[in-house]
């Protein structure tokens, strides 16, 4: 299910928001850099070491606010695969380029090789 229109207006023009997750010990929230397909997804990349990662991978609820004491929104976070047929990789290089994914071919590495991951996030149904 795809995130709410109106929170997603409220992205635009804008580089990172903030995300939440839950994890044993509580929650944590960070800033992140993401993407907006046209088609309204949202996507997040981040290095598969760190906390949040193992936090979305035992637990995919997420909650996305804008900076700024912004609206919020909860949602689930799902692992994409480098060689799936929707994205829109020139895009997604267009957004996560400070992160090492440069060209289409380093981001598709950076997620097939395991060092990042790279999830879509769907809103709750």
Do not use: C, I, N
Request: proline share 6%.
């Amino acid at each position: 299910m795809p995130l709410a229109t109106e929170f997603l207006a409220l992205l635009e023009g804008r580089e990172e928001l903030l995300v939440s997750s839950r994890g044993p010990t509580g929650r944590g929230t960070v800033r992140m850099w993401f993407a907006v397909s046209p088609a309204g997804q949202l996507y997040l990349l981040t290095p598969s070491f760190t906390v949040k990662a193992q936090r979305w991978l035992e637990d995919p609820w997420v909650r996305l606010t804008v900076p700024d004491g912004g609206p919020a929104v909860e949602g689930t976070v799902a692992r994409v695969a480098a060689e799936d047929s929707e994205l829109d990789a020139d895009l997604l290089v267009s957004h996560f380029a400070m992160a090492g994914a440069t060209t289409r071919e380093a981001l598709r590495w950076m997620v097939e090789s395991g060092s990042h991951l790279l999830l879509l996030v769907s809103g709750k149904s």
